[in-house]
């Protein structure tokens, strides 16, 4: 069974960081391709970061330069570290994994922003 396990979600002020974490169970980590997504009150959830099982990251234009995307594969963790944080980074944010031609998602974790 897999599971995805986010933490590290909170309430930050506008500027400062946060890192969250995703845990995941299965042995096939190492060749999954994971990626952070988030999704704002009444709007649609929304591509954050990915990175592929080789390691090759992409990033959403509104956080390029501030969010690092990181995999882990002995701990079966990926990262994603924000920096300069403003209010319309206020969101829940879902680790999404891919893996053998299934997608699955977290549960989320909120992420506050104040202003």
């Known amino acids: 069974q897999v599971q995805l396990v986010e933490s590290g979600g909170g309430l930050v002020q506008a500027g400062g960081s946060l890192r969250l974490s995703c845990a995941a169970s299965?042995?096939?980590?190492?060749?999954?391709?994971m990626s952070w997504y988030r999704q704002a009150p009444g709007q649609e959830r929304e591509f954050v970061a990915s990175i592929e099982w080789w390691g090759r990251t992409d990033y959403a234009g509104s956080v390029r330069g501030r969010f690092i995307i990181s995999k882990d594969n002995a701990k079966n963790t990926v990262d994603l570290q924000m920096y300069s944080l403003n209010p319309g980074d206020t969101a829940i944010y879902y680790c999404?994994?891919?893996?053998?031609?299934?997608?699955?998602w977290g549960q989320g974790t909120q992420v506050t922003v104040s202003s």
């Open positions: 299965g042995r096939t980590f190492s060749s999954d391709d």
């Open positions: 999404q994994r891919r893996s053998s031609g299934s997608t699955y």
